[in-house]
């Protein structure tokens, strides 16, 4: 994509105003094909941790391109934060990909999604499933108090096909566990609770393997010491991931007991279904 033109006067009649613009104020590109970037919050946004916006560029039409992105700041953030995929030829993130501090994006503050805490029944241990930029919104819930308040043990699986693709999440969690703004927001002692279980597919690591495969054969229950697999008693959890990726997360929680909930009627375990990638 080509430098964004400082708009003159000869310009300014043609060029479209951007609605519902806010700024950038960070970017960082974690990968080939993965960055992450921050914008200004709207003063009237208010949002659960782990909803999603609709958030875009204008298009070559001049029209809004816009797309559901979950954020992965928590709600009581002063900026929001969101990750994602480079695609070259995609629509919106060719051009995404691109932005810089100081350049604007539209998003309308409308957040909305099915990954909140409303949406689950009362639980002791909580599962984030998640492959690739699906572990935005579980960035978002990794911070909120209200994760730690709920559950005695909160568990986030990362699925990639490379070691670099996981980084984003290892360093948002080394920073939780660090943070002594959240100690003091939450309680001392509150990062004790997380247990994070990331895997590769594609490139050698520590553990290798689809977590879907993992959980079928015991794997994950064997390396975090729990007894007896899901229990639909104490067990709750939610998903975000590539459409077949939750297709396959939904039958094996189901398979352990679990029920499928919304923010209208909780159950055990929800499934974000506007994500895909």
Not at 19 to 27: H, S
Not at 74 to 98: A, C, N, R
Not at 99 to 121: E, F, S
Not at 233 to 238: G, P, S, V
Request: glycine residues 8%; aromatic residues 10%.
């Amino acid at each position: 994509m080509t430098e964004m033109k400082h708009v003159s006067e000869a310009t300014a009649v043609k060029a479209p105003v951007l609605p519902d613009a806010q700024t950038v104020t960070e970017v960082k590109h974690w990968t080939d094909s993965l960055f992450s970037f921050k914008v200004t919050r709207p003063a009237t946004l208010r949002f659960r941790s782990g909803e999603f916006v609709m958030i875009g560029l204008l298009g070559d039409n001049g029209k809004p391109l816009l797309r559901a992105y979950s954020i992965a700041s928590p709600s009581w953030d002063d900026e929001l934060e969101f990750y994602s995929i480079k695609v070259q030829d995609g629509p919106l993130t060719s051009k995404l990909q691109h932005i810089k501090p100081g350049d604007q994006i539209i998003l309308r503050p409308k957040p909305v999604g099915t990954l909140v805490h409303d949406a689950l029944l009362p639980g002791k241990r909580l599962w984030f499933f998640a492959t690739g930029t699906g572990f935005a919104p579980f960035a978002s819930l990794l911070r909120e108090p209200q994760t730690y308040e709920d559950y005695d043990e909160v568990i986030i699986t990362h699925t990639c096909r490379e070691v670099a693709e996981l980084e984003y999440g290892r360093q948002l969690i080394d920073s939780i566990r660090q943070d002594e703004m959240l100690a003091e927001l939450i309680g001392e002692g509150f990062a004790d609770k997380i247990r994070y279980y990331p895997t590769t597919t594609r490139e050698e690591s520590p553990k290798m393997g689809r977590i879907t495969d993992l959980l079928k054969d015991g794997t994950v229950f064997r390396d975090l010491g729990i007894e007896g697999g899901i229990k639909p008693e104490t067990d709750r959890a939610m998903v975000c991931g590539s459409l077949a990726f939750n297709l396959d997360i939904k039958e094996i929680l189901e398979g352990f007991g679990l029920r499928e909930g919304a923010n209208s009627e909780p159950k055990e375990f929800v499934i974000e279904k506007a994500f895909v990638g």
